[in-house]
């Protein structure tokens, strides 16, 4: 089987239903042989190591470990989802004094053992929180670090398909920007559905203005219908699009969705959040979303709700205050 290459990925949170997932998707897609799983919960670890080994993949060279050290060591790419899980009504802001925690740990951890880490993906909520931690502490270059954003969108994208009957393919630039969650911005400029322009469907017969806002609404809470239908977190789309967004890093051929990014201009000062964005094999380019006015008023909305979650880290003593990032970062 040939791979893509060679550099050593690294599932964190590899015992669970998400990091299996991960392992799996990493040597389904043939990115590279060399992959290590860590968790320190060795029991699910190993079962889950054990059922990789029996899918039997061709050349897979599959390692797992409960020490840190030796999981990080030479990783060019993590991805991790070794916070704590969402449950059923919970907010992702419910989970942040703890998931910033481990995110703390997470950028000290790569600061110390792989700092010439190539891109990490992180995918815990809240994302654009944790995402920003670990960067703060990880001294990594922000090009090289983005968070899991593309569900929003990819929800938006399932819903009007399944409202217009048609395939899912068919519905194109669904794009939802800022922060991942309930207070995301969603932008209806930038679809189309059939070639058909989604702002010229809102308020027809097609497409009500009522059905638009439960719409929006579903998407918001998309991840919320998972849990109550389920009776646990999304494991299987945020495992697919996080392998997905490390594909496009190896590949140099881009990721089609949002990701989420450190910004710091244009009004959007020092936060983790979803813009317009490329991935490359050098790492992650940001832009500003283009779109309605009231689109960009729910963007600087979303921002607001970052920053009130990041100045609450920051007041926990996770992150350092903001003029002090630099010291512990000189890439920010």
């Known amino acids: ?19 299996s997932n991960m392992m799996q998707a990493v040597l389904t897609m043939g990115l590279s042989p060399n992959v290590c799983g860590y968790d320190p919960f060795e029991p699910g670890l190993k079962g889950a190591a054990e059922e990789m080994y029996h899918c039997a993949f061709p050349g897979a060279q599959l390692t797992w470990t409960t020490d840190i050290k030796e999981a990080l060591t030479d990783a060019k790419y993590i991805i991790s989802s070794g916070g704590a899980p969402r449950k059923d009504g919970m907010t992702r802001e419910d989970l942040l004094k703890g998931n ?3 995110a ?3 950028g000290k951890d790569i600061k110390a053992y792989c700092p010439d880490l190539k891109f990490l993906v992180v995918i815990f909520n809240p994302a654009d929180i944790t995402g920003l931690v670990a960067l703060v502490h990880s001294g990594l270059h922000p090009s090289k670090v983005g968070t899991l954003a593309a569900l929003d969108s990819t929800r938006l994208q399932t819903a009007l398909a399944q409202h217009f009957g048609v395939r899912q393919d068919e519905v194109t630039g669904c794009r939802t920007y800022g922060g991942h969650g309930e207070m995301m911005a969603v932008f209806a400029s930038t679809a189309k559905v059939k070639g058909t322009p989604l702002t010229e469907l809102i308020g027809t ?28 977190s999304s494991f299987q789309s945020p495992a697919h699009q996080s392998v997905m967004m490390i594909k496009g890093v190896i590949e140099g051929e881009g990721y089609p969705w949002p990701v989420g990014g450190y910004v710091n201009g244009s009004g959007f000062e020092r936060i983790m959040m979803a813009m317009e964005t490329q ?12 779109g309605l006015p009231e689109e960009i008023d729910a963007l600087k909305a979303s921002y607001q709700h ?27």
Do not use: F
């Open 1 to 19: 089987m040939a791979y893509l290459t060679e550099d050593k990925i690294v599932i964190l949170g590899a015992g669970g239903a998400i990091g």
């Open 100 to 102: 910033a925690e481990i």
């Open 306 to 332: 970052l920053v009130k979650l990041r100045d609450e880290v920051i007041g926990m003593g996770v992150l350092p205050p903001l003029d002090q990032w630099s010291t512990v970062n000189p890439n920010l």
């Open 279 to 290: 991935l490359t094999s050098d790492g992650l380019k940001l832009s500003m979303p283009e």
């Open 104 to 106: 703390e740990q997470l």
């Open 205 to 232: 017969d097609r497409l009500t203005q009522e059905q638009w806002d439960a719409i929006r609404g579903h998407v918001s809470q998309g991840g919320k219908k998972v849990i109550q239908l389920r009776g646990r």
